[in-house]
């Protein structure tokens, strides 16, 4: 009974910004690992950013120092600041919940991200 829901995606030239939020439903969202995933054509999905339960947070080394990945206990959203953003970042954003104990794996059905040249 767990359900995300994303938003936020849209078109941006290069340079700017967009805010992703991922909002879930469910008991089991403060107990959950919270990534961010991308994948663009032709191309392998991949993380982008991950935070834990504690608030801990990762991010891949393309997106290092841009990107801002966050969560919202009490919104059970989980938000991804995207800055300074380019041509590269384009792609399809999937939001995905775990908990590695309980082997649950959740996804969101993606938003999509255009940044222009």
């Known amino acids: 009974q767990v359900q995300l829901v994303e938003s936020g995606g849209g078109l941006v030239q290069a340079g700017g910004s967009l805010r992703l939020s991922c909002a879930a439903s469910?008991?089991?969202?403060?107990?959950?690992?919270m990534d961010w995933y991308r994948q663009a054509p032709g191309k392998q999905r991949e993380l982008v950013a991950s935070i834990t339960s504690g608030g801990s947070t990762n991010y891949a080394d393309s997106v290092k120092g841009r990107f801002t990945i966050s969560r919202d206990y009490a919104k059970k959203t989980v938000h991804l600041q995207m800055n300074s953003l380019k041509s590269e970042d384009t792609a399809v954003y999937y939001c995905k919940l775990g908990v590695v104990a309980w082997g649950l794996e959740v996804w969101g059905q993606g938003t999509q991200v255009t940044v222009s040249s």
């Open positions: 469910g008991s089991i969202f403060s107990n959950a690992v």
